[in-house]
């Protein structure tokens, strides 16, 4: 499985950005994915999830009314839509495929990684 997340960049505070990961090497609809970000210093943490059929998703307190994922199976592509950027939200964005069933905002549940696209937030 290969996952290629694009989209990042610079933009003011207030501001949206859309990324991108699309898949390659496995039948993509049959997979949750996820969607994390890493701040410099900082671990990795939880930002997305959608489900298999893309019915159910799951967001962190953080960006939940602000951020949507959405899933394109005919496109192998997942997206994450994200509204209202806030400058502590620069961070390296990777999107992750789990193989089991059910949605997840664990990172150590998700099997196969995306290399990131990096997203600065500007004051």
């Known amino acids: 499985v290969q996952l290629q997340a694009s989209g990042g960049g610079l933009v003011q505070a207030g501001g949206s950005l859309r990324l991108s990961c699309a898949a390659s090497?496995?039948?993509?609809?049959?997979?949750?994915m996820g969607w994390f970000r890493q701040a410099p210093g900082k671990e990795r943490e939880f930002v997305a999830t959608?489900?298999?059929?893309?019915?159910?998703?799951d967001y962190s307190d953080s960006v939940k009314g602000r951020f949507t994922i959405s899933r394109d199976s005919s496109k192998n592509t997942v997206y994450l839509q994200m509204n209202s950027l806030k400058p502590e939200e620069t961070a390296v964005y990777y999107c992750a495929l789990r193989t089991g069933v059910i949605p997840s905002t664990a990172e150590v549940m998700y099997d196969y990684w995306g290399q990131g696209t990096l997203v600065t937030v500007s004051s």
């Open positions: 090497g496995r039948t993509f609809g049959t997979y949750v």
């Open positions: 959608i489900s298999r059929d893309g019915g159910t998703t």
